[in-house]
């Protein structure tokens, strides 16, 4: 089966701990990107990657950080500097990250609660 | 800067009621539009899609979309809804921003459709 997966499902971190959310795609996709989702706020970009090695920031990145050593992976770090951690993590692909082939497939989510 | 407005954040319908989901955004040079849902307990998946050419365009489970550039709006409808239509819709643009492809989400709009 293609798809994303994201690991795990349910999280929960003490404060002041940073936590590292997983991502792994299998659909060969170059671009992957990772979104926050809190309620009435939509989707907020958190980081993105058109292609391995490289990667941006997106809207709300401070307190995260990623890295893209490989294709199929993607993974994501809260750091104890994010002052809200506590929401929905959503990853996602698309084949590339440019203006064609961009429809964007999600995986099913972490739930991430800071105790 | 660019923006997506969703104005209906909630929306209860009955069974059989038509459904108009409004989008509107605010976004220079050529855009990709996409609607996206998320069922109850599923992933975000895509539930159609415009880049170009005819500006109506159907995607899946008899909903189809309308972009009127002159209006920047992308408005989500469907003749007749169902129970299972219940879910929360996202509008999302991509395009160019100096010279980088963006993608932007809507705040969504949950829908909540009574048997």
């Known amino acids: 089966d293609g798809g994303i997966t994201q690991s795990p499902k349910y999280l929960f971190r003490k404060e002041g701990q940073n936590v590292t959310l997983s991502c792994e795609q299998n659909?060969?996709?170059?671009?992957m990107y990772w979104y926050r989702q809190d309620p009435g706020q939509g989707l907020r970009l958190i980081y993105y990657?058109?292609?391995?090695?490289?990667?941006q920031k997106g809207d709300i990145a401070e307190g995260y950080s990623v890295s893209r050593e490989k294709k199929e992976s993607f993974p994501l770090t809260v750091t104890s500097a994010q002052k809200n951690p506590t929401a929905f993590y959503l990853c996602a692909s698309s084949i590339s990250g440019g203006i064609l082939y961009n429809e964007q497939f999600f995986g099913p989510g972490t739930r991430l609660t800071v105790l | 800067a660019q923006s997506v407005s969703q104005h209906n954040h909630h929306v209860i319908l009955s069974e059989a009621a038509s459904l108009e989901l409004g989008c509107n955004y605010s976004?220079?040079?050529?855009?990709?539009l996409f609607w996206y849902v998320q069922y109850p307990g599923q992933h975000l998946q895509l539930l159609l899609k415009?880049?170009?050419?005819?500006?109506l365009v159907k995607g899946i489970k008899g909903f189809e979309a309308e972009f009127i550039k002159s209006k920047f709006s992308f408005n989500l409808r469907k003749p007749s809804v169902q129970w299972s239509d219940t879910a929360e819709y996202f509008c999302a643009v991509g395009g160019y921003t100096s010279g980088t492809y963006k993608y932007i989400f809507g705040t969504g709009t949950r829908l909540k459709v009574l048997a």
């Open positions: 990657s058109q292609i391995v090695n490289d990667f």
């Open positions: 976004y220079g040079g050529t855009v990709n």
């Open positions: 659909l060969n996709h170059d671009a």
């Open positions: 415009y880049f170009s050419g005819d500006p």
